[in-house]
């Protein structure tokens, strides 16, 4: 098998929501490397045509463009897939990646910060995905198919709150939306697959990774010793999204490091050390 054909996202066109920071970024970038077009939108539009202009300059074999675009209503993302529209009636690809949270401790924790993060984070990546959902169609075939990936997080799988309920919750949603959705979609050759990263360099997480000397102690609570890299999201990306997963849906990819498998103690250390 050539891998060059395997993970090879020549003539694709993607749209990564939320693309111009963190997680996104890293994932526009893979794209972008693997030959894609890849369209990237966020609520500022200035930010991601400038991050635009960064990736182009890297000159890799694919190609971005940035604009505005809103998850967080209605309107908002009808005006974003009228957009993608205007600049293409094909989309291979779509990651749901733009999300929100809130933080405040157990007894403090705001009502408004339910309807706020479920909104963006599951309402907001529902109604894109069906809105996207001909074009979609219209761009897959049974021998390629179309891909969307969703972007939960460890804190959809792994029972923690860590003072982000809300946005603990509705990842857990994703996740779930996640194996539904492709249960629906396969018959229109579409794959549905989610990301369920740990922690990654990001606006959401500065204030555990933006210093270098936090970011590494975060990364000692990790079983695998570190924070998330680029290169772990852009090759969940390209597997993704090339033929090498076309015959992969419904699967939730765990980018955490180990997080979602550590437990407690051993029950019986005790009694095996005496």
């Not at 993970?7 to 963190?22: E, I, P």
């Not at 339910?114 to 963006?120: A, F, G, H, Q």
């Not at 969307?148 to 792994?158: F, I, K, L, P, R």
């Amino acid at each position: 098998m050539d891998p060059n054909t395997l993970f090879s996202l020549t003539d694709k066109v993607a749209l990564v929501t939320g693309g111009a920071t963190g997680i996104g970024r890293m994932a526009a970038t893979g794209l972008m490397m693997a030959g894609a077009r890849v369209l990237i939108a966020s609520r500022k539009g200035d930010a991601c045509a400038a991050v635009a202009d960064e990736l182009n300059a890297m000159d890799g074999p694919g190609t971005v463009e940035g604009f505005a675009g809103d998850v967080g209503s209605e309107a908002g993302i009808d005006a974003l897939a009228k957009e993608v529209h205007a600049r293409t009636d094909m989309l291979h690809i779509l990651m749901n990646n733009s999300g929100v949270s809130w933080g405040a401790p157990l007894g403090q924790f705001p009502h408004a910060a339910w309807e706020k993060v479920m909104n963006v984070n599951v309402a907001g990546l529902f109604h894109l995905t069906q809105v996207l959902l001909p074009t979609l169609i219209t761009s897959a075939t049974p021998d390629d198919p179309a891909r969307v990936v969703n972007v939960g997080s460890v804190m959809g799988e792994a029972p923690l709150g860590d003072g982000a309920y809300s946005y603990a919750a509705s990842k857990a949603a994703v996740l779930h939306m996640t194996k539904i959705m492709a249960k629906e979609l396969a018959p229109h050759h579409i794959t549905v697959n989610a990301l369920a990263p740990g922690p990654f360099v990001s606006k959401m997480t500065a204030f555990a990774t933006a210093d270098e000397g936090t970011r590494a102690k975060v990364g000692e609570d990790v079983p695998l010793g570190r924070v998330g890299r680029e290169e772990d999201i852009a090759g969940c990306m390209q597997f993704l999204c090339g033929m090498g997963g076309s015959y992969l849906t419904g699967a939730v990819l765990p980018v955490s490091g180990g997080v979602q498998v550590m437990s407690g103690p051993n029950l019986f250390r005790a009694a095996l050390e005496g």
